[in-house]
């Protein structure tokens, strides 16, 4: 697992697990990255190996140790990341992007079964789909051909208990996420967080790939600050400002 820290001089601690086959050269992500640093945040960032054998000791275990020895900190999640993040103790508040609690429609339930049955580490399986439709209209040319084609039976088998063992997620937790994301079930946000703490954006799986991702700056900076009272203060503000009806 690599990790890198933007912003040194940053006044507070942020903890980005970032999503699978994400890296920091990606501009996307790059741009997310420098979005937080000017916000004034000391960014800690996960890059997340993409093949694994063992959630526990190949995802969670490294970052739970590194984060214990931060005193304050606040944490974003990105897709694998977020099924990560839901499992880490210590943070302020918690936001997640798009996050994979389950497998999209695109991936059916028996074929899943099917493939974790297999014993082997090998990447042998081909990822399909992850095209700009699905990840998002600003995700560039280096992205798509830098995000790795094939998983393997043991990353399908891990991902998938890790996503049956999901822990109950924060009260104060805020989700962005998109209708229109094929890469992730909806089902697991739905019944796991408060509708009026989900923000939805009109894009792909990648918030920071989307077209409309400037218009979610300040509310992602204002959750990340103040948890769901900012989603629910905007949401106040947006019935506020709406006209009566005659």
């Not at 933007?6 to 994400?22: A, C, I, K, S």
């Not at 040319?141 to 399908?156: C, G, K, R, Y």
Request: charged share 25%; glycine share 6%; with cysteine.
């Amino acid at each position: 697992m690599r990790h890198r820290i933007f912003n040194e001089d940053g006044d507070e601690e942020l903890v980005f697990v970032m999503g699978w086959g994400n890296r920091w050269t990606h501009e996307n992500v790059s741009w997310l990255i420098g979005t937080l640093t000017e916000a004034g945040y000391r960014v800690h960032a996960f890059e997340l190996p993409t093949n694994i054998d063992d959630f526990k000791a190949d995802w969670l275990e490294p970052i739970a140790e590194y984060v214990r020895d931060l005193e304050e900190y606040q944490l974003l999640g990105h897709s694998a990341g977020a099924l990560v993040a839901q499992a880490l103790d210590g943070a302020d508040n918690h936001v997640y992007l798009s996050p994979w609690w389950g497998y999209g429609e695109a991936f059916p339930d028996p074929l899943l079964e099917a493939v974790s049955k297999l014993s082997t580490t090998l990447p042998c399986i081909p990822v399909r789909g992850l095209d700009r439709e699905a990840i998002g209209e600003e995700a560039t040319d280096h992205q798509l051909e830098t995000t790795p084609n094939w998983i393997s039976p043991a990353f399908v088998r891990e991902t998938r208990r890790a996503q049956e063992e999901l822990l109950t997620i924060d009260h104060d937790a805020v989700v962005f996420c998109s209708l229109r994301d094929p890469v992730v079930s909806l089902r697991p946000i739905g019944e796991r967080v408060p509708a009026e703490h989900v923000v939805l954006y009109d894009g792909g799986h990648e918030l920071f790939s989307s077209a409309s991702r400037e218009r979610y700056v300040e509310i992602l900076l204002a959750a990340l600050a103040d948890g769901a009272e900012a989603v629910e203060a905007d949401d106040e503000s947006e019935e506020e400002t709406d006209p009566v009806p005659a």
